[in-house]
């Protein structure tokens, strides 16, 4: 009885690294931006349909840096780069609004797909429309579902545009956000974010160490 319960766990536990792997696959390949939509698909593709098998987000987070160690190579490190040179600019650009850089231009697993991901804190639901619009920069109106702490949630406006190739992603959240970053749906901790100043002592630290005499 022992025996089968760890044949069947070990299968379980097997069945979660593949999902894992493919899930990453799917993103750094396909596009997927979603870690949900990434497990579900690759759920369908390799026909595993019991939910103990699916992996959690941190999982396919790990699956895909590991992917893109392997596979990606200068391509990706070079759409890092430039990403984080543009989110440079786009801190610099939105100052007004306290914004803060998230996501995978922050954390490094960003790729020719991804967008610069910004959050920008004010309480005038108008102001960041209001700022776009003057500079003549068109934006798509979204929302998002984000929990801002254990208690609280909401759907917050984003504004989606395109500048010199690149896509920018801007959550505009309450000011009062910026004492603590919102819930991260990878794993329900709060979010790693930057501001100017700490994405600038990241560049010059990945300066220093990518420097090779």
């Known amino acids: 009885m022992h025996h089968a319960r760890q044949h069947a766990e070990t299968r379980t536990r097997e069945r979660r690294q593949r999902l894992a792997h493919e899930a990453a696959r799917l993103m750094a390949e396909g596009g997927f931006r979603d870690y949900h939509q990434a497990k579900l698909k690759a759920a369908q593709r390799l026909g595993i349909h019991d939910d103990a098998s699916l992996p959690r987000n941190r999982e396919i987070e790990q699956a895909l840096r590991e992917y893109q160690r392997l596979f990606a190579g200068e391509s990706r490190q070079q759409a890092l780069s430039l990403r984080r040179q543009a989110a440079l600019r786009a801190l610099e650009f939105f100052a007004g609004f306290s914004p803060r850089l998230v ?110 005499p």
Do not use: K, N
Not at 107 to 126: E, F, K, N, W
Not at 181 to 196: F, I, K, Q, Y
């Open 103 to 212: 996501g995978a231009v922050l954390d490094g697993t960003a790729d020719t797909h991804s967008p610069v991901c910004l959050q920008l804190h004010t309480d005038d639901a108008d102001a960041v429309p209001r700022y776009l619009h003057e500079h003549q920069i068109p934006a798509e109106a979204r929302s998002r579902h984000l929990r801002l702490d254990r208690e609280r949630s909401g759907d917050f406006p984003v504004w989606i545009f395109s500048a010199g190739d690149l896509g920018f992603d801007l959550t505009v959240l309450p000011y009062d956000a910026l004492r603590q970053a919102p819930l991260s749906g990878v794993d329900e901790r709060p979010m790693v974010r930057a501001s100017m100043a700490q994405l600038q002592r990241l560049l010059a630290e990945h300066d220093i160490t990518g420097y090779r």
